[in-house]
């Protein structure tokens, strides 16, 4: 895929409904009650009225019901939690993350710090987005892809895929994203796609301001406590904002070339037009911890397989 003309993501929340059924077997049971044995001509009135008015109310109901949703709902998905989405056979969930402002990059004082973290940039995400609550896994990847590429096959199928290029990271998020359409589950314009780096650091920063988002030990497999393997998601702590092993683990693939950044306001950024490596962010259970600082950049080639790389599903605007 070539990023000439890419736009940045318009990313949109959730819209799946929830049909409202007709009341109609309840209003029916409610006008019942009104037969009584009485007898009385002035309660055979007042109940004819009242049978009449809900009835009335009934219509108006169901003409409601039906015009809110004009679309057969018989195969649509389960609504939603509020700030979640799941793709249920897949046991991949993503978090909701709210448009907003943040500072990326790292200051020239922060210890271990590259200088192709600065200068820093004041950017704005102006829509919201969806994120995978953990690196896309080994069983996620070979459900979508039928194959399991993996190196550290025996830390088990909920460790994070491995060995997968950002060419064959894109290539599951196109899958994904037809398989979910297909199946009426992805509401159209929406498409899997792989974060943006700036989006990846604002949801790794979780609104945190300095080198780690957390106690590095405590959040990231990295090379003095990973015994030399991946580990299953989630184990380590998750961040502020419910986001398991973005440091550590394995290095995440983002969808932007790698390029310079250029300091001051930016709005939406998605990297250079073109470049010779993709970028990957956060660091791995391979290397030191200081790669798991929020602002830490890496990258490689689009085809390069290696057993620290693998990926986080986002959720945006087809393009
Ligand atoms: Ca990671």
């Given amino acids: 895929m070539s990023s000439s003309g890419f736009e940045p993501y318009a990313l949109k929340s959730a819209r799946w409904g929830q049909r409202v059924p007709p009341r109609t077997e309840s209003l029916r049971h409610t006008v019942g009650i009104g037969s009584d044995r009485t007898g009385g001509c002035a309660w055979r009135l007042l109940a004819a009225a009242v049978a009449t008015l809900l009835a009335s109310v009934a219509a108006t109901d169901l003409i409601a019901a039906t015009a809110a949703t004009p679309v057969a709902v018989a195969s649509a998905p389960r609504p939603p ?49 969806w994120l995978g609550k953990t690196e896309v896994t080994q069983a996620q990847y070979e459900a979508v892809m039928g194959t399991n590429p993996s190196t550290f096959k025996t830390a088990g199928k909920d460790a994070p895929v491995e060995r997968v290029s950002w060419i064959d990271a894109m290539a599951f998020c196109r899958k994904l994203t037809e398989r979910e359409r297909a199946a009426g589950r992805l509401p159209e314009g929406e498409a899997f796609t792989l974060p943006t780096e700036a989006q990846w650091e604002y949801a790794c920063r979780a609104g945190t301001t300095g080198s780690y988002a957390g106690e590095p030990d405590a959040m990231a497999w990295h090379d003095t406590n990973s015994g030399g393997t991946t580990h299953p998601v989630g184990l380590k702590r998750p961040n502020a904002w ?22 001051g306001a930016v709005k939406d950024p998605s990297g250079p037009e073109r470049g010779h490596y993709r970028m990957a962010r956060g660091g791995s259970w391979r290397t030191d911890a200081r790669l798991g600082r929020s602002a830490a950049r890496s990258g490689g080639s689009a085809g390069r397989l290696d057993y620290t790389i693998g990926f986080r599903l986002a959720l945006g605007a087809a393009r």
């Avoid at 709210?98 to 995400?125: C, I, W, Y």
């Avoid at 419910?242 to 693939?253: A, K, S």
Wanted: charged content about 30%.
């Fill in 81 to 129: 939690e509020p700030g979640r989405r799941v793709i249920d056979d897949l046991n991949l969930e993503l978090i909701h993350v709210a448009a907003g402002s943040f500072t990326m990059g790292s200051p020239h004082d922060e210890p271990e710090r590259n200088k192709a973290e600065g200068p820093r940039m004041q950017v704005t995400l102006s829509r919201e987005f």
């Fill in 242 to 263: 419910g986001f398991h092993d973005m440091p550590g683990n394995v290095l995440e693939w983002c969808y932007d070339w790698y390029g310079d950044y250029r300091g």
